[in-house]
Every structure is written in structure tokens, then in C-alpha cells.
């Protein structure tokens, strides 16, 4: 009863942590700088949709939204993608061999990304990737492969080997294998590392501040931080840019759990 208790309360205590911020944000992209911080917890006066308005034409968010939706779409595929085939590479391999490849691979986890600054930046310089989306996309991968890897490729080790060695037994190549029973079999997985790619990929700060220097080809991220002025930020503009950037993800993420539940549900009865 009192483990019961203690735990509600602190799931509660978290819940108040959450919602705070979140009604303050959401509240204040509705108000006029003035009315927020008069009452930050207040309801607006108007539900008017000033600040969206200036967000989407005046501050020429568009192509920044564009270039996020263009790493991200081609960033999350293709990096699960390369995961999947590690992954699966690594779970048909035995002995010593199979750890000390997957251990090289998931390395790159213990590697702080800014410790990799100086050395991108020199390298994207001298291949002519800085100021590119496609520079983009290669940080991207670089910085989340070994996480996906990780993901992938610990659930692929879990798949029962007799699948593979009935697979061999009738004359299935390993391409083929690798798409009609490891893809299908890893779909949790698979569904958990896009969410997570994708939520990384689509919030990427560093990347672009370090590599991207013409507007045009500003992220959503980094075109959010120009709200941020020297001496003062227009706080309820911010706060709908957020709104905004924010959107993608929760839809995602609600899109992609429902296929998450279906491969725990498929995978379950396959194995």
C-alpha cells in the first residue's frame, strides 16, 4: 500500500513537472510579450493567431521547416537502414568474432559529439560538405548510427537461430533472409529506433550551428535560435515557433507507437 502511494506521488510529482512548462508555452503563444509575464499561468485574452502568423510569414520559417523535414526524411531511413544490415550481419556471426564486431560498432556511444567538432568541421571543409543539407545528413548518420546499431542489432542477437538455419535449409540466400524474417521479426525495434531517430534527427542543434552559415539553408532548430535576440527575445514568438517545430514530433511519435504495438504483437507470434 505504501509502495502504491509513494509511487503515485512521485508519477504525480513528475506529471506537475511536465504540464507546468508545457501550459506556460502553450498559454504564451498566445499573449503579447506585455500579458506574459503579467500572468505567465494565465489564459490568453484572445485565442488570436498573431504570433503563428508572424512565426510562419514573417520570420520565413518555411524553408527551415523544408530543410528539417529533408535531413530527417533522408537521415532516419537510411541510418536504419545501415543499423539493420550491421545488426543483422552481427546476429548471424558466432563466438568472439560477433561481440568484439558489435562492441566496435556501439564504440562510438562512449565518443561525445563534441569531441568530433574540430575534426567534421576539417573534414566537411576539405569534401566541400559545409553549408549543405547533405552535410546534414552525414553528421546525422555519423553521430546515431551506433545507437541504432545498439537498438537493432542487441534484438536481432535475441531472434532464435533455427529460424536462420531452416532458412539456409531451403536454400534462402542471406539477402533474402534478411527480408523476409529478420526485418519483419525486428519491428519493435525498428519502430522504437525511428522514434528516437527521429525525435535526434529533427532537433539537431549542433550539427547545423556548426556546419550552416547561409540562411537558406537553416534548420528549424537553428532558425528558432535567431529569436534569441542580444539584449531581448520576444518570448511569445519563440514560444509558437516551438509549437510548431514541436508538432512533427508528437504526430510521429503517436503514428509510429501504434505500428510499435502491432510489431511487439507480430513479433511475439512469429517467435
Request: glycine share 8%.
Given at each position: ?5 509513494t509511487?503515485?506521488?512521485i508519477?504525480?510529482i ?9 501550459t506556460?508555452v502553450g ?21 488570436s493567431?498573431?504570433?503563428y ?17 529533408i535531413?530527417?526524411?533522408i ?37 561525445p ?27 546525422n548518420l ?10 537493432l ?10 529460424l ?8 534462402t ?22 522514434i528516437?531517430?527521429?525525435?535526434i534527427h ?9 556546419f550552416?552559415?547561409?540562411?537558406g ?5 537553428l532558425?528558432?535560435?535567431s529569436?534569441?535576440?542580444?539584449f531581448?527575445?520576444d518570448y ?8 510548431m ?7 510521429a ?14 513479433g511475439?507470434?512469429?517467435?
Open positions: 500500500m505504501l509502495a502504491s502511494i509511487r503515485r506521488g508519477l504525480a513528475y506529471a506537475v513537472i511536465i504540464i507546468v512548462p508545457l506556460v498559454f504564451g503563444s498566445f499573449k503579447s510579450t506585455q500579458e506574459l509575464f503579467a500572468g505567465p499561468f494565465s489564459l490568453p485574452q484572445s485565442l493567431p498573431a504570433n502568423a508572424e512565426v510562419i510569414g514573417g520570420q520565413d520559417l518555411g524553408s527551415s521547416f523544408m530543410n528539417s523535414v535531413v530527417t526524411a537521415s532516419v531511413p537510411l541510418t536504419l537502414f545501415l543499423a539493420s544490415l550491421a545488426g543483422y550481419a552481427v546476429s548471424r556471426l558466432r563466438g568472439f568474432m560477433s561481440w568484439a564486431i558489435f562492441g566496435f560498432l556501439v564504440l562510438g556511444m562512449a565518443i559529439a563534441q569531441a568530433n567538432m574540430v575534426p567534421l568541421y576539417v573534414l566537411f571543409g576539405r569534401l566541400g560538405l559545409l553549408d549543405s543539407l547533405a552535410g546534414l545528413v552525414v553528421a555519423v553521430s546515431t548510427l551506433p545507437i541504432a546499431v545498439f537498438i542489432g542487441g534484438f536481432m542477437r535475441t531472434l532464435p537461430k533455427e536462420y538455419e531452416a532458412s539456409s535449409i531451403d536454400g540466400g542471406p539477402w533474402r533472409t534478411y527480408v523476409s524474417i529478420a526485418l519483419p521479426l525486428s519491428a519493435p525495434s525498428i519502430a522504437a529506433a525511428a528516437f531517430l527521429f525525435v529533427w532537433n539537431e542543434l549542433l550539427y547545423p550551428l556548426l550552416i552559415q547561409s540562411p539553408n537553416r534548420t528549424l532548430p532558425a528558432l535560435l529569436f534569441q535576440g542580444e531581448q527575445t511569445p514568438l519563440l514560444f509558437a515557433g516551438v509549437i517545430a514541436s508538432l512533427p514530433v508528437v504526430v511519435y503517436v503514428f509510429l507507437q501504434r505500428y510499435f504495438v502491432a510489431g511487439i504483437t507480430a511475439a507470434s512469429k517467435g
